[in-house]
């Protein structure tokens, strides 16, 4: 299949990428909510970011079993009904009545939604009508995460800088569905599986059982864990982080958007550069440019320091996912694609539901978020060696026997 018969479908790509922006809501704009909701309650930062623990863990469980789902159910459904749930869900935290169990209920109930708008979702319609421009395609669909780490802080704080922390929560949710809505239920449809040029075929690749064997899937599952738990925990108190050094809340936010904007670079990046280099290269090279952004975030370095640290997180962050599914789909195939990434993003919602959790319990035991950023620069020069070890796909992945 030609690239230019397959940008045919540049809309599925533009709407999958609007769609996934909605799993991103619950983790990117909760960092201006942090102080007001810490202030009225009277928690720890810990007990506050402890809602994206327990959404997480939640998803973590159930990936694989939406993965299975989605292979043989498809993902229209799943991702219209996600949409709904995740924004219904984010809009009522602003009903929290400062009780551990009514957080605990909100987030569950949240939980439900953001499993359903998980990337295997999105990937997978992707995935069945690209081949030749698979990795910009990816990129593009992914980049909604970073569309979202973009807006999510900024709008999030100028809602509550207007109307309250209640009735933001509410009002960006129900913004975020009535946006999405009408857009997915007239451009989200994937493709049905056809034969396509070369020798292959969009559902031909490993089984369930052998992908998981694969030693390929531990090191993925591991440096995408590690991923996970380092960069979204800083990101997440990136706003407090900023707000600790001086920062007003607004600036604070406006320097978090740097990391979103940056990650749309970086995912359109390394979307064109996974389709012409070795990918788990790529992918190694984005872990070292978090370990400079984290050594600055350590340091006292002002706001050109930040603003650099915060773009560099983002440019991490843009490329990471996408050379995960890159790899996935090339060294798997399409055959069981979303249940075995769904197995690589469970270990991304674990690494994400404890970083910020663990970077929240760094603060609230020594008032500093240093050893946390210190110890992450560690684990991501780890994760890199680790990427570097995965190799490239083989050339029969994906192709008929």
């Known amino acids: 299949m030609g690239k230019e018969r397959e940008w045919r479908a540049w809309p599925l790509v533009a709407t999958a990428a609007l ?73 009522s935290l ?39 421009s698979r990795g910009l395609a990816f990129a593009l669909t992914l980049s909604g995460a970073s569309v979202g780490s973009a807006i999510f802080p900024i709008m999030g704080a100028w809602l509550i800088a207007r ?106 990046l390394a979307g064109v550069l996974l389709d012409r280099l070795p990918p788990h290269l790529v992918g190694a090279a984005a872990f070292l440019l978090a370990c400079i952004a984290f050594g600055l975030l350590a340091l006292p370095s002002g706001m050109i320091g930040v603003l650099v640290a915060a773009a560099l997180v983002g440019l991490t962050l843009g490329a990471e996912v996408d050379v995960i599914a890159y790899l996935a789909a090339g060294h798997f195939g399409l055959k069981r694609f979303a249940s075995l990434f769904g197995g690589l993003v469970a270990a991304l919602a674990l690494g994400a539901a404890f970083g910020p959790l663990v970077a929240g319990m760094v603060f609230d035991r020594g008032g500093t978020y240093l050893g946390f950023l210190l110890g992450s620069l560690v684990a991501m020069l780890a994760a890199a060696l680790i990427m570097v070890s995965v190799g490239t796909p083989r050339p029969s992945a994906g192709r008929d026997a």
């Open 19 to 91: 769609g996934y922006s909605a799993s991103v809501l619950h983790v990117y704009a909760l960092g201006p909510y942090i102080q007001p909701i810490q202030q009225d309650f009277g928690w720890t930062r810990a007990q506050v970011v402890s809602g994206i623990t327990i959404a997480n863990v939640l998803v973590a469980l159930l990936c694989v079993p939406l993965g299975l789902v989605v292979d043989r159910y498809g993902p229209r459904v799943v991702g219209l009904v996600g949409v709904a749930l995740v924004t219904c869900a984010f809009a």
């Open 94 to 132: 602003g009903t929290a009545s400062g009780s551990t169990g009514n957080w605990i209920a909100l987030w569950s109930l949240l939980a439900g939604g953001a499993l359903l708008v998980q990337s295997p979702v999105w990937t997978r319609a992707v995935a069945s009508r690209f081949l030749t």
């Open 163 to 268: 109307f309250g922390w209640r009735m933001a929560f509410l009002a960006q949710g129900v913004i975020w569905l009535v946006l999405l809505a009408p857009i997915l239920l007239c451009w989200f449809r994937e493709r049905a599986p056809v034969r396509a040029s070369r020798g292959v075929s969009t559902t031909a690749g490993v089984g369930f059982a052998e992908g998981l064997r694969s030693p390929v899937f531990l090191k993925l599952l591991v440096a995408g864990g590690l991923f996970a738990f380092c960069t979204v925990g800083v990101l997440v108190h990136l706003v407090p982080i900023l707000g600790d050094a001086g920062f007003a809340p607004v600036v604070a936010a406006a320097i978090a958007s740097v990391a979103g904007i940056s990650a749309i670079v970086g995912r359109l």
